[in-house]
T-cell receptor
Framework: ETGVTQTPRHLVMGMTNKKSLKCEQHLGHNAMYWYKQSAKKPLELMFVYSLEERVENNSVPSRFSPECPNSSHLFLHLHTLQPEDSALYLC?????????????FGPGTRLLVL | QKEVEQDPGPLSVPEGAIVSLNCTYSNSAFQYFMWYRQYSRKGPELLMYTYSSGNKEDGRFTAQVDKSSKYISLFIRDSQPSDSATYLCAWGSARQLTFGSGTQLTVLP
């Protein structure tokens, strides 16, 4: 595996379900990010982890819970989601935690909440 | 006012045309500027990165930045069907990275 990988690629869940998204980076980076991409809207930064510590949380609802067990892995735990949470969830990584660092994105998880 | 304004398109051009994609921004704190390309069912990939006014060229792609007007452009020369994608502009500072909503481009063979 190379670059940034995400699983699953597609996910359908009910509003009462609990699921997790997984991201893994094979680039030796030490910062990882979760973004939400909705149709016709800009990418929304959700969470930033630098050296496995959360450094940014952009007022994301508590039904989204990130976890970064090490510098290569990032999870997004989902519970009691709403239909408006349906979107493409993108993971990215960079060498450092500064925003001017180039970010490398995974292919995303397409989430549909029914 | 949105921090970043980008025409969503869609934009269709014939193969070989020169494509011009544009974004405007309002935050003077932005220090560096990027263009990302996103193919269908893929994540965005960095295309161009610059932090100064003027032009930066890379093959068929030219990024133009005008800080005084808060305006950036991406020009694609001799466009190819493989350039069909969504193009995202982005601005950043040490504390923030902001994306436009993307312009969907189709290059017709």
């Amino acid at each position: 595996e190379t670059g940034v990988t995400q699983t699953p690629r597609h996910l359908v869940m009910g509003m009462t379900n609990k699921k997790s998204l997984k991201c893994e980076q094979h680039l030796g980076h030490n910062a990882m990010y979760w973004y939400k991409q909705s149709a016709k809207k800009p990418l929304e930064l959700m969470f930033v982890y630098s050296l496995e510590e959360r450094v940014e949380n952009n007022s994301v609802p508590s039904r989204f819970s990130p976890e970064c067990p090490n510098s290569s892995h990032l999870f997004l735990h989902l519970h009691t989601l709403q239909p408006e949470d349906s979107a493409l969830y993108l993971c990215a990584s960079s060498q450092g935690g500064q925003y001017q660092e180039t970010q490398y994105f995974g292919p995303g998880t397409r989430l549909l909440v029914l | 006012q949105k921090e970043v304004e980008q025409d969503p398109g869609p934009l269709s051009v014939p193969e070989g045309a020169i494509v011009s994609l544009n974004c405007t921004y309002s935050n003077s704190a932005f220090q560096y500027f990027m263009w990302y390309r996103q193919y269908s069912r893929k994540g965005p990939e960095l295309l161009m990165y610059t932090y100064s006014s003027g032009n930066k060229e890379d093959g068929r792609f030219t990024a133009q930045v005008d800080k005084s007007s808060k305006y950036i452009s991406l020009f694609i020369r001799d466009s190819q069907p493989s350039d069909s994608a969504t193009y995202l502009c982005a601005w950043g500072s040490a504390r923030q990275l902001t994306f436009g909503s993307g312009t969907q481009l189709t290059v017709l063979p």
